[in-house]
DNA sequence: TATTAACAATAACACTGTTATAGAAAATTT
DNA sequence: AAATTTTCTATAACAGTGTTATTGTTAATA
């Protein structure tokens, strides 16, 4: 019984500390968003949240480690943008939207862009495994392009890679822009960044050309 | 005649001021090279040019204007590396050796792309002027866009907005690839980057398209 | 209740950018 | 040529960073 009482307890506190977690990781998102990646500091947050600095450690080991799961939180971040999109009449445009979605969220969430694709905190390289399952959460845009190719041999290579070019063309328009190079042109940056995935799509994806 | 004196005098420690900053620089740059973004510090850099932080306030006012000067010199080594690109048989094919030659740039000095494009220093953000300045160095790849496309209407803005999504494109393929986004089929990323340009310029410059 | 183990706050270490202080060197004036 | 003023630069400090050893407190066990 008293074993019993104990594992109990520890359960709850176990509990206890993943509602903690996710509380310290709420105001670390909302200092990211409204401080910037400049407030992410280890002393400041721990003001914040109300603890000393070696809570912090103890959670999540070192800054890396926090910061982990502001680059995990920004991906899921993304993959829900692109799971908002909803398919409406064919696969070109419902391609389109994704990359859109894409973009609005890079717009709308710029510190978290920028820990996840511009080094923003210095301290801070993902790792490995994290990388990974950053590209995973673009499946839906791969899976739509597999769509657009079952016929074709080696389809799922070949969808990755078609997938990979739009997502560079999508980064890359996002990444100039949040940079702070600006067009010379009246164009906006939407509308050159459509132009550019209209024609990756055309001559990449013919198969859905007269869709 | 001592008034002639002075000044030539100082004629000569502007000329010493000026090569010593040349110099520095070029410590500098090594560094960053060498020992990567987070290395540049002044504490570090003055050790190893043999001064006191000090002088480097002097003479950068601080570490933003030193770094303004990498950034500048980063912009001027991509700019050398697209004017060794010499023109060979046609407009299309110039253009995909600017393109390649841009990537081989980012690739060689990935420490500078990352100050230009990637928030390598924390306390680093270009001033407007520079980040002018540095757009200036695709001159290049514009005219060359230019010269594609004479004959239409408001082909300068025109220009400039192909150049722009052309350079997003490059850009983006470049940033996944320095942050570390494999690419999950076999290609490679340069092969990739070719299947996107050719897309490109086939649908926005398709008056070259027999060329 | 006494002892042991887990925990967390303080203060320290080695860094960072930046600057006030103080002292040395050079230029000017007498 | 000597005295004064100006210019410069090295030192040391301030406020901040990530990280951790120390120390005291709290909670769990015997």
Redo the contacts with the bound molecule.
Sequence with gaps: MKANK?TN?RVV?EKHQQELRRGILDDVSNLLVQKGPNA?????IADTVG?????L??MFR???GLVDELYLRGFELLRQSLAAVSYVDDLRNYIYALCLSYRDFALANPTYYSIMFLKAIA?YTPSEANLKLGQASLELLVQAIRDCITDQPEAEEEAWEIARIIWATVHGHVGLELTGYANYSKASSQQMLERALQALVNELLPTIDQG
Excluded at 40 to 44: G, L, Q, V, Y
Aim: contains cysteine; charged residues 25%; hydrophobic residues 25%.
């Design positions: 104990v307890f506190r992410i500091t280890m002393r400041r603890c000393s600095t070696t809570i450690y103890t070192n800054k890396q301290e």
